[in-house]
């Protein structure tokens, strides 16, 4: 059974840091793209980040560019986010998937990351 | 920046059939943005129905089903039943590693 099982979520206050992790198993981990995606409070979806299986690659939203890190254990079957300058508006529920065709395939159950100003 | 859009709300009778739509605030929805569409309720992982425009997800019943309708992205549900009553989003690839969900659709069974 494919599980993504979201840790490290918690309050924080404004401009502090944060690192989340997601420990995969049931799947081929490292041939895998896999995505993090964040909901505020009463909000949608949004989309934060990806990281490629083949190169490593990363690719983030405007909103957290420059601030967070996403990386990759594959001997770990691990994913990771690290969250730098955080703020308010980071508040929210941060879930990982793994990607298939450019869609989210399986998710997590998430992990809460609250800031505070 | 491109914003991806969908219906706020719409409603279905029971047994009725919705097409909600997915479109770009510049420009037209194409099969290599690659659509995919989503659904959750409250207090739940999002669960992943369509992928690939018309491809469904692993244990998705066939009356999901997915396209492009002229300019837009399409969901469309046949047959709605109650447990249909969701959150539904859909998600486009707009290139360069990048992706964008739209802002949702509640709909409603009723």
Known sequence: ?117 | QTVVTQEPSFSVSPGGTVTLTCGLSSGSVATGNNPSWYQQTPGRAPRTLIYNTNARSSGVPDRFSGSIVGNKAALTITGAQADDESDYYCLLYLGSGIRVFGGGTKLTVL
Request: one cysteine or more.
């Open chain 1, 1 to 117: 059974e494919v599980q993504l099982l979201e840790s490290g979520g918690n309050l924080v206050q404004s401009g502090g840091s944060l690192r989340l992790s997601c420990a995969a198993s049931g799947f081929a981990f490292s041939t895998y793209v896999m995505t993090w995606v964040r909901q505020a409070p009463g909000k949608g979806l949004e989309w934060v980040a990806g990281i490629s299986a083949i190169d490593g690659g990363t690719y983030y939203a405007d909103s957290v560019k420059g601030r967070f890190t996403i990386s990759r254990d594959n001997s770990k079957n691990t994913l990771y986010l690290q969250m730098n300058s955080l703020r308010a508006e980071d508040t929210a529920l941060y879930y990982c998937a793994n990607s298939v065709s450019y869609a989210m395939d399986v998710w997590g159950q998430g992990t809460t990351v609250t800031v505070s100003s």
